[in-house]
């Protein structure tokens, strides 16, 4: 089923960059409906549905890559490493997508390839979703509206902490957070089969993927995470807990949600837990592996060399 999926994405990129009309619209930032793709493998997590959701589950396209919004049934989709290759070190994967929407193959089904090959077992969550308009017009609008709140820079709550337009966001996860800990309790279950080392499961996120990624090592007591790594994501400091694990954290200067704030790192510092922080010159926002010509695109090489570093997986 893997292999099905695999050959699937490549050729629905293939295709993207073989016919000119469909290369052409992947240029631009114009969303373009698509029908669902079939998704092998794809588990349930059986987690619930979203209230006062009245649109179905859809898919589009943006700058080329596919997205899903009004997500009601969470799945995870594993990535297999080769057993040849297996380490038994595990990422969860969450995409971004401001909790409106899912990156599912930029942040996602990419990624998941890429650490398989590195001989890192990897699993795609792709989780509920906040509901929105069943147009895609009507959603722009509230795309937009949704990136206009997330880059508010920092200001002082009613408590007196500094919240950012990313933290705001990162209220009301209990549906995300439920679709987690139901990954990770799939994934203990099945661990013999899959080659999982259950204390070797990490978690990277992306944009709100990172938030969810944060909210799950700073609330769960379900999830027990072996190292974290939020990218592009909220950067403002948190109350770390003394259990908390070590993380690899990447953003780029000129990313909209970055606004010089370094907090989450010091955070991990003043706690005295293992961080490693990458702020690349040039990148923007929502990079995923790289964008040409971009600093920002060793961060993934980066990041390999840090789980050998630390002994999750052997050079």
Known sequence: MQRQFTMFLRSMLFGVACLSSVATLAQDGKMYPIEAPAEPGAIPLNTGGVENQPAQESWFRQWGDPMARNITKATLTPFLADPKKANGTSVIVAPGGGFMWLSMANEGWEVAEALAARGINAFV?????????????????????????????????????KKSG???????????????????????SRAKEWNVDMKKIGMMGFSAGAGLTMATTLQSKKVKLAFIAPIY??????????????????????????????????SWYDAKIPVEFHLYQNGGHGFGLGNPDRTSNKWFDSFIYWLEVNGFVKP
Do not use: C, W
């Not at 508010?152 to 709550?157: F, Q």
């Not at 009301?172 to 800990?181: C, I, R, S, Y």
């Not at 780029?252 to 989450?264: N, Q, R, S």
């Open 166 to 188: 990313t933290d705001r966001l990162q209220r009301n996860l209990d549906n995300q957070l439920a679709d987690v800990e139901a990954a990770y309790a799939l994934i203990n």
């Open 233 to 266: 994501g909220g950067m403002n400091a948190v109350d770390v807990p003394k259990d908390a694990p070590p993380m690899f954290a990447a953003i780029a200067v000129d990313d909209f949600l970055f606004h010089g704030e370094t907090g989450l790192i010091k």
């Open 125 to 161: 969550l792709k989780y509920r979703l906040q509901p929105t308009a069943d147009s895609l017009e009507a959603f722009e609008t509230q795309m937009n509206q949704r990136f206009a709140e997330a880059a508010k820079p920092a200001s002082d709550d009613k408590s007196g902490e």
